[in-house]
């Protein structure tokens, strides 16, 4: 059985809801979503993601391994990556050499403050479209940072087939 993605627009409504305080059952009968639905992107939100995308990620990932765990692990793998770190300097450079605030970046960039820590922290690097634009206005070298990006997500790619079988 395939199950159909939540619309952008029922994930805002349900993300607003859940920040207001109201309970999942109460989401799920405002928005038409299930309530297990509603109940696994709650738990997606409560361990740092935001996207339908990264949770799916996330639950493959989590097969048989506490969630608090899990996120720590994969956390702690990123910041010790060798390119991560590499990428982390580039943004770190860039925003030294820039003299702006963060706050002036990240909003140059279409990124929060939080996201732009993870990158010059060397927690995240940027996917597509963002990844060039983070590039252009830090100055970064884009060809040879997106041969890195790519192998991470071909990477993921890689252990969410593993992970998929397994569960099966």
């Not at 920040?19 to 740092?48: F, L, M, Q």
């Not at 996207?51 to 990932?61: E, K, Q």
């Not at 991470?152 to 099966?168: I, P, T, V």
Request: proline residues 4%; glycine residues 8%.
């Amino acid at each position: 059985m395939s199950r159909r993605p939540v619309s952008e627009d029922k994930l805002v409504v349900m993300r607003n809801l859940y920040v207001d305080g109201i309970h999942n059952k109460e989401i799920s009968v405002e928005t038409g979503i299930p309530c297990g639905t509603v109940r696994s992107y709650v738990h997606a939100w409560n361990n740092g993601f935001d996207s339908p995308t990264s949770y799916n990620n996330f639950r493959l990932a989590t097969i048989g391994e506490n969630s608090t765990d899990y996120c720590n692990r994969i956390r702690e793998r990123n910041r010790n990556s060798p390119n991560n770190q590499i990428f982390a300097g580039y943004v770190t450079a860039g925003i030294v050499c820039l003299g702006k605030s963060r706050r002036d970046i990240a909003s140059e960039i279409g990124c929060d403050t939080d996201t732009l820590r993870l990158w010059s922290n060397g927690s995240a690097i940027p996917l597509g479209e963002k990844l060039r634009r983070v590039c252009e206005v830090l100055d970064i070298p884009y060809d040879w940072i997106r041969t890195i990006a790519e192998k991470k997500k071909r990477e993921a790619r890689k252990n969410a087939g593993r992970l998929e079988m397994l569960s099966s």
